[in-house]
């Protein structure tokens, strides 16, 4: 039986955030694949210091009027009229 290694944290964390070689995000992929540890691992790696992660996960500004139903005149804020 073939055992592999596992990658570190820091390794899965560089390829969730996608600053991996080609080379060796194939190998990590494959890795991946048939290894449900690092496969749980990777889902709960902090990418809190991912700038658009974080700008993804942020609310857009004026939708907590939409959120409470307070959202006439919206579409002046953000020039619709």
Do not use: F
Request: net charge negative.
């Amino acid at each position: 039986m073939v055992t592999t290694l596992c990658p570190s944290r820091e390794t899965l964390l560089e390829y969730s955030l996608g600053t991996l070689s080609g080379d060796e995000r194939d190998a990590l992929d494959s890795h991946l694949e048939g290894c449900p540890d690092c496969q749980a691992m990777i889902m709960t790696l902090d990418d809190a210091n991912d700038t658009l992660i974080g700008r993804l996960r942020a609310p857009l500004r004026g939708c907590e009027k939409i959120a409470n139903g307070s959202h006439k005149g919206l579409d002046k804020n953000i020039g619709l009229r």
